[in-house]
């Protein structure tokens, strides 16, 4: 199973409240949290230590302490860090759990550091033991909201959980369900939306999870997300976390000058966490704007810097892509080879670039630099690219059916919904009697144009249809995206 990148899973922070007992929020906890949120993190274990010398069983401390060492795992996944990393985590988790302070602190605290603890486990490929700690933190949590229903960053942990679970595939929800685990895209976004709106010292974090998620369930709210995070990036220049997120949601939003702008102007002083997945993300935009020297420049410098063994498939194949488009067969060769035999497939990303080592098929110019072109959101250039082509009654059915879908999406991003429409269906038809995902990605795009225009009923004809699809490589993929529009049409 894939994995989306951790940042989206784990944005779940605490800020001051009024505490009793030893579980105090002082101005030196703030300052540490501070500097933990913005990836400053040897300022912040400076601060921390110092609130624990004198005050060792402080919740509040020892979750700041606890997110510095899980943000530089999730960041770095250097597995030399990870046993040592973990313990720490443990120790913390035993402590907390030994308190006898009645305090949300506390209770919060065990939570969050036993969510932290799954995330861990799980990007250290131990599933099993993450779904353990992820069920025992989803149980504090709820423990948390009965005991203090108005305590916001609670409510906002939950309720991203609550959206994440909510949008899962029915199949896995039901066993969720059967483990104690419930939630709802809509019982989830009023619990975000709550700690988002209100005036509390979590809203800014409460925001961006609301912008995050709100893209995942509803993608075609493209403009509003990415405004959003635009504006949440420019209230935190300082913070290399927002930094991040904005690059995300820029790049998967197809605004590609506007994510290099952000990896441009991000903060690069002295004391920052070392983040070598940012160059990756920077290298990809520039693969989609055809400059291949500086995507190649930015790759090479995240395997210099990355200790992990996730991402590094991927690296291979932007490379290789970048070297083969730009007329360098041999260097392109040697990348390919190395797509086989580095690193991980857990994540997405990886297991795409596993799949196309093992097949090695031999893309059509053409087609691979106008799905660039368009993934940048660069529509004018894709589209003339793709003019470029020439279609002829023996071009191959898979490049036939990828013409009429690249040329689908390239319409669609500029708005022409007409074209659109006609060259997706036609993908449709080409795509008969194969196991190409042209098809059931056609019907999901026609489906979302018509949730759009307010045709539930057609557009949930597409959704029925895409999921129809089988034996195709994006099934699971495709068929999460069209059960979850299922879902929120319901609502028109």
């Keep these: 199973m894939a994995f989306a990148h951790p940042f989206f899973l784990c944005l779940y922070l605490f800020y001051s409240y009024p505490l009793q007992a030893a579980s105090v929020y002082s101005p030196t906890v703030r300052q540490a949290y501070d500097a933990t949120i913005s990836l400053r993190i040897p300022e912040g274990r400076r601060l921390i230590q110092q609130e624990l010398l004198s005050n060792p069983e402080n919740a509040a401390a020892l979750l700041i302490a606890n997110q510095q060492d899980f943000l530089t795992w999730a960041i770095q996944q250097n597995p030399a860090l990870y046993e040592g990393i973990l313990s720490r985590q443990e120790k913390r988790l035993q402590l907390l759990s030994s ?9 919060y605290a065990l939570a969050e550091v036993r969510l932290q603890i799954a995330l ?156 070598p997945y940012l160059h990756h993300m920077a290298a990809d935009l520039y693969l989609y704007k055809s400059d291949y020297n500086n995507s190649i420049k930015l790759n090479q410098l995240f395997l210099a810097q990355h200790k992990g063994e996730h991402y590094l498939k991927a690296v291979n194949y932007k490379l290789y892509l970048a070297h083969w488009l730009g007329g360098r067969a041999k260097q392109a060769e040697k990348h390919l080879t190395q797509m086989g035999k580095q690193g991980k497939t857990e994540m997405e990303e990886d297991a795409y670039a596993a799949r196309f080592a093992k097949e090695q098929p031999h893309p059509n110019r053409y087609l691979m630099q106008a799905r660039l072109q368009y993934d940048g959101g660069y529509y004018e250039d894709a589209l003339e690219v793709m003019t470029q082509m020439p279609l002829k009654p023996e071009t191959i059915p898979a490049e036939r059916a990828e013409y009429f879908y690249r040329k689908a999406r390239i319409y669609h991003g500029m708005g022409n919904l007409s074209q659109a429409k006609r060259y997706y269906e036609q993908a449709i038809e080409e795509s008969q009697n194969t196991s190409l995902y042209f098809a059931p990605y056609a019907a999901l795009q026609l489906g979302y144009i018509y949730q759009d225009e307010q045709k539930p009923d057609t557009a949930r004809q597409w959704y029925t249809k895409a999921l129809a699809y089988k034996g195709h490589t994006y099934k699971n993929s495709i068929d999460g995206k069209a059960k979850l529009a299922l879902q929120t049409i319901k609502k028109l």
């Design 99 to 107: 308190l006898k302070e009645n305090s949300v602190w506390v209770g």
């Design 120 to 275: 861990s486990k799980l990007l250290q490929g131990n599933k099993l033991g993450a779904a353990w700690d992820l069920r025992q933190a989803y149980l504090q949590y709820i423990t948390n909201a009965r005991q203090y229903p108005d305590f916001l960053p609670n409510r906002k942990t939950l309720g991203a959980l609550q959206v994440l679970i909510g949008s899962v595939p029915d199949s896995y929800r039901v066993l969720l369900n059967i483990i104690g685990m419930q939630g709802s895209i809509e019982t989830g976004m009023a619990n975000l939306k709550a700690a988002a709106t209100k005036t509390n010292p979590f809203q800014e974090e409460a925001q961006l999870l609301q912008v995050l998620l709100q893209h995942l369930v509803a993608p075609e709210r493209n403009e509003a997300a990415a405004e959003s995070v635009l504006k949440l990036r420019r209230q935190s220049p300082d913070n290399l976390l927002f930094s991040f997120a904005a690059m995300h949601v820029l790049k998967k939003t197809r605004k590609s000058d506007l994510a290099l702008q952000v990896y441009l102007d991000r903060p690069q002083q002295a004391g920052y966490l070392a983040f």
